[in-house]
């Protein structure tokens, strides 16, 4: 609030200027991160509160932003109610995760033929604080989906030059790894090592949902089921099911069907396990070791990757949080600084903002 004054007048009116917002927290997309470590102890972020305005109808500064640098397939979900913000998937894309409270308006904008003098101004929004979970999920083409053992890291292991960790035991894969898959004519796909999945998974059996939601970020599902198995078309239905219990969208990802270890099969045995497969889904035999069927996989997955229609059918879905099962540290709460000379901005906030009535009179 502020009244001109100057030598030649000594009563010139109304002339405060408005306030400026305050400052967002944006998020940006940083292609040269990988993970999130650089936020472990980074837990509280504070932007700058806007500048008052002032007189002869200055407005006041906006708050100065702050950006944090994530890295691709980082999504940011609300930690209150489960739902997601925004997902960041391209470099320098922007998003802001917490937005600054508006400034108030000054007494200038409150003048009128029967209130030549306003002595009051609108105060500005108060800060805004919000709870933001960051979470960052596999970017990737190809997802490897199949039961404990059933091939995934060896094959990433021989069509890329990623190194995954290969034993016989299950669980083995305790991490989401990347592999670059090169293809002909200098062309490459990007294939994921998802951790095992059990009967149960979406439950949180075995690793459960700590990797289940990688499987949201890729465009394609490579289902992988050993030449062993008593029932392949059996053990692909379970992990088809786990799939669509823990998210029913993940019904319109295209699947392809990968018959691992089969270099022990003959033509004979093949044609007969090829008659009692899953109806309406693409498939192929291969050894990873033996090398046998991968140039033929490596055809499928870059035809399925292409194919005319695929992004029309693709869609990236995001399955919102149950927040009542997360557990948040006390040390978490954070005291804004405020000045002690400072009137409370929440209590002005009330009487002046949101009062509509009040606003109406004034006017």
């Given amino acids: 609030m502020h009244l001109h004054r100057d030598k030649r007048s000594a009563k010139g009116g109304p002339d405060g200027g408005n306030g400026g917002r305050g400052g967002h927290v944006i998020l940006k997309g940083n292609r040269n991160y990988w993970t999130l470590i650089h936020l472990k102890f980074q837990r509280h972020v504070y932007a700058e509160d806007g500048e008052s305005g002032s007189g002869n109808l200055c407005t006041g500064a906006d708050g100065k932003d702050v950006i944090i640098d994530v890295p691709l397939g980082t999504v940011a979900r609300d930690a209150d109610t489960g739902e997601t913000i925004c ?29 030549q003098t306003p002595r009051y101004a609108q105060p500005g929004e108060p800060r805004v604080e919000r709870n933001v979970i960051l979470e960052l999920k596999v970017l990737a083409d190809v997802g490897l989906v199949g039961f404990p053992n059933a091939g995934k890291s060896t094959l990433l292991s021989v069509v890329s030059a990623a190194k995954p960790e290969i034993a016989n035991y299950p669980f083995t894969t305790l991490v989401p790894n990347l592999g670059i898959v090169n293809y002909r004519d200098n062309r490459s796909f990007v294939m994921a090592d998802i951790p095992g999945i059990i009967e149960g998974a979406h439950l949180g059996k075995g690793l459960g949902l700590r990797f289940l939601r990688h499987i949201e970020r890729n465009s394609l599902l490579l289902f992988m089921v050993p030449a062993e ?100 540290e006390d040390d978490d709460e954070y005291i ?19 009062d509509d009535e009040d606003e109406d009179t004034r006017k």
């Fill in 87 to 115: 997902e960041i998937t391209k470099d320098e894309e922007l998003c802001v995760a917490v937005k600054g409270g508006r400034g108030g308006l000054g007494n200038w904008n409150f003048r009128s033929a029967t209130n």
């Fill in 336 to 354: 804004f600084p405020v000045d002690e000379d400072e009137d409370d901005p929440d209590e002005e906030y009330e009487e002046y903002w949101d």
């Fill in 229 to 328: 198995a008593d029932d392949i078309k059996k053990e692909y239905e379970i992990l088809h099911n786990e799939l669509v219990k823990y998210n029913p969208e993940l019904l319109d990802k295209r699947r392809v069907l990968a018959i691992t270890k089969s270099d022990m099969l003959d033509e004979e045995l093949i044609e007969a396990l090829s008659q009692d497969l899953p109806e309406g889904i693409p498939y192929v035999f291969i050894s990873s070791i033996k090398g046998l069927g991968i140039v033929e996989l490596k055809d499928l997955l870059w035809k399925e990757l292409n194919k005319e229609n695929f992004h029309e059918a693709e869609r990236i879905v995001h399955k919102n949080i149950d927040v009542s099962t997360l557990e948040f």
